[in-house]
């Protein structure tokens, strides 16, 4: 079963407004990666943030991280038409003697932006 | 540097046969993983190969293995294939061990089982 459950599983928005998606995951994790993917195609990666930090950003995205309520948020603000894509969390979490490296994926939301 | 590459890009197999899915990582990287993405179960985990040893793997049955090569490079095989494995297989790499950092996925491999 998927670790983490994205909320809402399709956004659409025009041009210019922000956009916010959540993501809900159910163990322990290292950190949480958000990734976008267009139409099938391989996934980019937009953000990491480890378990012991709270926010990141990285140009109109912004990222939070809620550990006591095992939850995420993705915020992209000055939404574009190239924004378009879906949207997943990945939780890298911990399993065994502290090991990493597995992802585990929500099942994404999928964000339209209207020009 | 150039990206993870991927080959094939599409393949059809009946079922019953087998297949073989390569992947080349970005040049300096390490650590490959491979996931499978299908409309019903989404994205999810196969394994982890770093220095030509599996690391990591995911709840897959036994048809479902890999390799790592000295260059890094892995290949992943699906043998006595199911109609449920139509799917799109991606491979990720990263620079060390998967842990802890981004991983940089390739364009994927769509394979269709009739």
């Known amino acids: 079963s998927q670790q983490g459950e994205e909320d809402p599983q399709a956004l659409s928005i025009q041009e210019g407004e922000n956009a916010t998606m959540n993501c809900s995951y159910k163990t322990s994790i290292n950190n949480l990666q958000w990734y976008r993917q267009n139409s099938g195609r391989g996934l980019v990666h937009l953000i990491l943030i480890r378990s012991n930090e709270r926010e990141k950003h990285s140009g109109r995205l912004r990222v939070t991280l809620d550990t006591s309520k095992k939850s995420s948020s993705l915020l992209i603000t000055a939404s574009r038409a190239a924004d378009t894509a879906s949207y997943f969390c990945?939780?890298?979490?911990?399993w065994g003697s502290g090991n990493t490296g597995k992802l585990i994926f929500g099942q994404g939301t999928t964000l339209q932006v209207k020009p | 540097k150039a990206g993870v590459t991927q080959t094939p890009r599409y393949l059809i197999k009946t079922r019953g046969q087998q297949v073989t899915l390569s992947c080349s990582p970005i040049?300096?990287?390490?650590?490959v993983s491979w996931y499978q993405q299908t409309p019903g179960q989404g994205l999810q985990f196969l394994f982890e190969?770093?220095?030509?040893?599996?690391?990591n793997k995911g709840n897959f049955p036994g048809r479902f293995s890999g390799r790592q090569f000295s260059n890094s490079r892995s290949e992943m095989n699906v043998s006595t294939l199911e109609l449920g494995d139509s799917a799109l297989y991606l491979c990720?790499?990263?620079?060390?061990?998967?842990?802890?950092?981004?991983?940089?996925f390739g364009p994927g491999t769509r394979l269709t089982v009739t």
């Open positions: 040049s300096g990287h390490r650590s």
């Open positions: 190969y770093f220095s030509e040893t599996q690391r």
């Open positions: 990720a790499s990263s620079l060390g061990l998967a842990g802890g950092r981004e991983q940089y």
């Open positions: 990945a939780t890298d979490v911990l």
